[in-house]
C-alpha cells in the first residue's frame, strides 16, 4: 500500500515539475529536475510516469523520427519547431489553422481525431555551431524529404 502512494507522489511531482517547465524536456532532463524534490527517484521511475501521464492525456509525448522523446505539459493546441541538429523543441506563437476533420478527404474507414503541424529547422544555439555549407545542405535534406 506505501508503494502505490510513493509512486502516486512521484507521479505528481513529475506532473507538477513539467507543467513549470516551458521546454520540451527529454525523460532524463526531466529527472534532472524531479530530483531536487525527490533526491532518490530514478530515471526509470520518472520515464515510467510519464509514459502513465502521456498514455492517460495529461501530458504530450512528442516523438520525432529515431529522436529520444520529449514532453509537454502544455495540453492546449500550439506548434512546435523541431531543431534537426539537437532535437530541441520550441514552441511556435499562433495556432494551426482551422480543419473540420468531417470536411476532408479521407480513406474509407478512417475517423481523424486530431491534428499536427510542426517545423523543422535549426535551433540558434546549432546554427551558431554548424557553417554555412552545413546549414544549406541540412535545407536541401529536409525540403527533399518533404
Do not use: W
Request: charged share 30%; proline share 3%.
Amino acid at each position: 500500500m506505501a508503494k502505490q502512494r510513493r509512486n502516486s507522489k512521484q507521479r505528481e511531482v513529475v506532473l507538477e515539475e513539467l507543467r513549470n517547465m516551458k521546454t520540451h524536456p527529454t525523460a532524463a532532463e526531466l529527472h534532472d529536475v524531479v530530483r531536487e524534490r525527490l533526491p532518490r527517484i530514478s530515471l526509470g521511475t520518472v520515464y515510467r510516469n510519464l509514459e502513465l501521464l502521456a498514455g492517460g492525456g495529461l501530458v504530450r509525448k512528442l516523438e520525432h523520427g529515431g529522436g529520444r522523446a520529449r514532453f509537454d505539459g502544455d495540453l492546449e493546441q500550439h506548434l512546435h519547431v523541431v531543431c534537426v541538429a539537437c532535437g530541441g523543441v520550441e514552441d511556435v506563437a499562433g495556432t494551426p489553422a482551422d480543419v473540420n476533420a468531417n470536411d476532408l478527404a479521407t480513406p474509407d474507414g478512417y475517423q481523424i481525431f486530431g491534428l499536427r503541424v510542426e517545423f523543422s529547422g535549426l535551433c540558434p544555439d546549432c546554427a551558431r555551431r554548424v557553417s554555412q555549407e552545413k546549414i544549406d545542405q541540412l535545407r536541401k535534406n529536409l525540403q527533399n524529404n518533404h
